[in-house]
């Protein structure tokens, strides 16, 4: 059995985390609004049509910030048609999604549903076939307290005080030739910084995203960040990362170390951000969004669900409907840890996405909703990861992926609350077949003893929660976690990922 070493030490912190890192993202794609979240119909149904089942799940999951209305979705987007009276919305061509939007929930709608759920909005502009005029104008009207004809007309649509909101993202994916607008990077930096500077005009108080590569795999990734971050740099908080992942022709071991992919990832754009930086001799530090992550079989996309035709624009077809396996639930728990391993520069995330579309959580029309496996490592790393993420010591043997390299066995990471004095441990074990024993040095968080201990494993690693058996796949109590003299032992099954919790 495999051998594993962790020393965890309250002293080295990488950085305090963020409540914005357990983001959410809910885009008007498929059935994530309209018969996900939104149901008038279904029994569970609130008076204003939001599935009372779907927002008790989304409590639970514990999301933070939602980013809002896309996506691919925002790039032919007008914001316009999301206000007033719901009887005089138009109907428009979703271009993104081969999909009708109907307009039915906009802005208002979806801001109440926030306060019910208890997200807070980030909101994503149109850069694709829009500007910055109609930038300033959606500002305008979410920012302003009244007096102006766009936010007296909010207020005229039921709204007295402002939306307030926070965070805004600068378009979305400008670098790939799927996005409507799509624009090189030269051209892109300079609408986003006349657009930011604009927005600044407005409210000053106003946290910025510019848009960096939609995955590391584009042809121009590294390239792109600079020439944007050199036009906007001063002028925006954060830019952005995408990244999705899935298990390519039955290669497990490489897809059980997809984090590898996302730590380096992070650190290329980490390093380009610091290079421009110097280039600027700027005493402003812009971290990174990761406000699209997930594990997402694009390829089924592509060959299966794809919508076409002249006279084919249905409204909420199901789009994205992954079902995902335990194994896709360990990988997208790893890509959590590295989120985490990055707390001091990625300080805003979003998983792509809630509801139906890529999501930890499914629905039916009329019937139940259930949680997905990556439900879970997401529902307890957002409960238990408090405070700062610490920097480890990790001694573990590695093994060989095609896609990766050498990488190790074990990936980890933990965290520490000073104000309640405890800790929390997150590990995946990437062995396809054989248990690791893992020691892990608690001496320096004092005397703790376990307070919990949850694994996610099955000896079947493609069970998946369905309809037929919504709850096939759960976390498991992990009984071999023990501490002895300072030091824990548990023993991790093939294909897992676990959370403990200390005090």
């Known amino acids: 059995m495999p051998e594993a070493h962790l020393t965890i030490d309250p002293h080295f912190a990488v950085g305090p985390i963020d409540r914005r890192l357990f983001g959410g993202f809910v885009e008007h794609l498929g059935r994530h609004v309209y018969d996900g979240i939104y149901e008038p119909g279904h029994p569970t149904a609130d008076e204003e049509g939001w599935r009372t089942d779907v927002i008790e799940l989304v409590r ?26 719901r009887e005089q919305r138009p109907r428009r061509l979703d271009l993104a999604w081969h999909s009708t939007e109907t307009n039915e929930v906009g802005l208002h709608e979806f801001s109440s549903w926030l306060e019910k759920v208890g997200s807070e909005l980030m909101l994503a502009v149109n850069l694709g076939t829009r500007g910055t005029a109609e930038a300033l104008d959606l500002l305008e009207y979410s920012n302003i307290a009244g007096g102006t004809a766009l936010s007296d007309l909010r207020r005229e649509h039921g709204r ?90 039955g290669d497990l071991d490489s897809f059980l170390a997809s984090a590898v992919n996302m730590d380096r990832f992070i650190e290329t754009v980490v390093a380009t951000a610091d290079h421009v930086k110097a280039l600027k001799k700027s005493d402003k530090t812009v971290n990174i969004s990761f406000d699209e ?21 249905p409204v909420a077809p199901r789009l994205l409907e992954d079902v995902y396996s335990v194994a896709d639930a360990v990988v997208f728990g790893n890509l959590m840890i590295s989120l985490l391993k990055h707390a001091d520069r990625v300080t805003s995330a979003s998983l792509a996405q809630l509801v139906n579309v890529i999501a930890p959580i499914m629905t039916e029309p009329g019937g139940p909703a259930w949680r997905q496996t990556t439900f879970f490592p997401f529902s307890i790393t957002s409960r238990l990861a408090r405070g700062k993420a610490l920097e480890l010591k990790l001694d573990a043997p590695t093994y060989a992926t095609d896609r990766h390299g050498e990488v190790p066995l074990v990936d980890a990471v933990a965290t520490h609350d000073e104000e309640t004095g405890q800790s929390a441990v997150f590990l995946v074990n990437r062995s396809a077949d054989e248990d690791v024993t893992l020691t892990i040095d608690v001496a320096r968080l004092g005397h703790v003893s376990v307070l919990e201990a949850h694994t996610l494993s099955d000896d079947d690693i493609y069970a998946r929660n369905t309809l037929e058996d919504p709850e096939r796949v759960a976390p498991h109590q992990n009984g071999s976690a023990s501490i002895d003299s300072g030091v824990l032992t548990i023993t991790l099954p093939p294909v897992s990922w676990t959370a403990l919790a200390l005090g």
């Open 60 to 85: 639970e999951l514990g999301v933070d910030t939602i980013r809002y209305p896309g996506g691919n979705f925002v790039s032919g987007f007008r914001w316009e048609d999301s206000v007033g009276p």
């Open 160 to 249: 007295d005080r402002p939306f307030g909101v926070k965070m805004w993202c600068l378009g979305n994916e400008m670098d790939g030739p799927w996005q409507l607008g799509h624009r090189n990077a030269e051209d892109y930096g300079k609408i986003a910084i006349q657009t930011a500077r604009a927005m600044r005009q407005v409210d000053p108080d106003i946290e910025l995203v510019v848009c960096g590569s939609s995955s590391a795999q584009m042809p121009t990734f590294g390239e792109w960040e600079r020439t944007v971050l050199e036009h906007t740099y001063e002028a925006v908080e954060f830019i952005s990362c995408h990244a999705y992942y899935e298990e390519y022709d």
């Open 293 to 313: 992550w997930n594990v997402w079989y694009i390829t089924r996309f592509e060959n299966v669900d794809k919508v076409a035709g002249l006279d084919n624009w």
